[in-house]
T-cell receptor, first 115, second 112 residues
Framework: SAVISQKPSRDICQRGTSLTIQCQVD?????MFWYRQQPGQSLTLIAT?????????ESGFVIDKFPISRPNLTFSTLTVSNMSPEDSSIYLC????????????FGDGTRLSIL | GDSVTQMEGPVTLSEEAFLTINCTYT??????LFWYVQYPGEGLQLLLK?????DKGSNKGFEATYRKETTSFHLEKGSVQVSDSAVYFC???????????FGAGTRLAVHP
C-alpha cells in the first residue's frame, strides 16, 4: 500500500495562531481525506481534498477554519486557523489508492496541542 | 443516517484469552466493512475488511464475518498477545460515497 507521510508529527501552538499540516504520498492516489480525532474519541471526517478544486467539507467544518489544498495527486495540506484549546486533537490524512469502495489508508497523524 | 456501534471498553484480558469485540451497523444498501487498529502513539492501520455478505476478513490471527442478517461484523481472535493492546475501530464505507463512518473505538488491554 501507499506510504503516507505527515508533517509535523506533533506540535504545541499558541492560541490564535495557525498551523499547516502536510500530507505526502509516495504514489498517485485517487482520493485524499482529512480527519480529526479529539482526545479519547473516534475519528470525524473534516473534508475530502479535491485535486485542483475546493475541498468538500462535512457538516460542522468550514473552509475559513480548515482551509485545504491539494495541488496534485500526491500532496495535500490542512491548515488549522486561529487555533483555540478546543482544536487540540490528532489530525489524520487518509488516501484511497485505487477505485471506489477500496480501503482508506492512514498516515500516522499530527498531534496538536493548543495552549 | 449510517452509523456504527461498538461495544464499550476498555476490554481487559490475560494473554492467550479469547477476544470478541462486538460491532453492529446501520446502513442503506450494502456497505463495505472494516476493522482498523490504532497502537499507542500511532495512526490507524487497516486490520481486515469484508465487502459483501458472508465474507470473512482475516489478518494477524484476527477474523470478522460480514453478517447481513444481524448487521454485525464482530472481531475475534483465539489467543491474544500483549502486543495486541491497542484501540480497535469498526468502520463502514457507504457505497459510492467513499465516506468512512467509524464506531467509537474499543480499547483492548492485554496483560501477561
Amino acid at each position: 500500500s501507499a506510504v503516507i507521510s505527515q508533517k509535523p508529527s506533533r506540535d504545541i501552538c499558541q492560541r490564535g495562531t495557525s498551523l499547516t499540516i502536510q500530507c505526502q504520498v509516495d504514489s498517485q492516489v485517487t482520493m485524499m481525506f482529512w480527519y480529526r480525532q479529539q482526545p479519547g474519541q473516534s475519528l470525524t471526517l473534516i473534508a475530502t481534498a479535491n485535486q485542483g478544486s475546493e475541498a468538500t467539507y462535512e457538516s460542522g467544518f468550514v473552509i475559513d477554519k480548515f482551509p485545504i489544498s491539494r495541488p496534485n495527486l500526491t500532496f495535500s495540506t490542512l491548515t488549522v486557523s486561529n487555533m483555540s484549546p478546543e482544536d487540540s486533537s490528532i489530525y489524520l490524512c487518509s488516501v484511497i489508492t485505487d477505485s471506489l469502495n477500496q480501503p482508506q489508508h492512514f498516515g500516522d497523524g499530527t498531534r496538536l496541542s493548543i495552549l | 443516517g449510517d452509523s456504527v456501534t461498538q461495544m464499550e471498553g476498555p476490554v481487559t484480558l490475560s494473554e492467550e484469552a479469547f477476544l470478541t469485540i462486538n460491532c453492529t451497523y446501520t446502513a442503506t444498501g450494502y456497505p463495505s466493512l472494516f476493522w482498523y487498529v490504532q497502537y499507542p502513539g500511532e495512526g490507524l492501520q487497516l486490520l481486515l475488511k469484508a465487502t459483501k455478505a458472508d465474507d470473512k476478513g482475516s489478518n494477524k490471527g484476527f477474523e470478522a464475518t460480514y453478517r447481513k442478517e444481524t448487521t454485525s461484523f464482530h472481531l475475534e481472535k483465539g489467543s491474544v498477545q500483549v502486543s495486541d493492546s491497542a484501540v480497535y475501530f469498526c468502520a463502514l464505507l457507504s457505497g459510492g460515497y467513499n465516506k468512512l463512518i467509524f464506531g467509537a473505538g474499543t480499547r483492548l488491554a492485554v496483560h501477561p
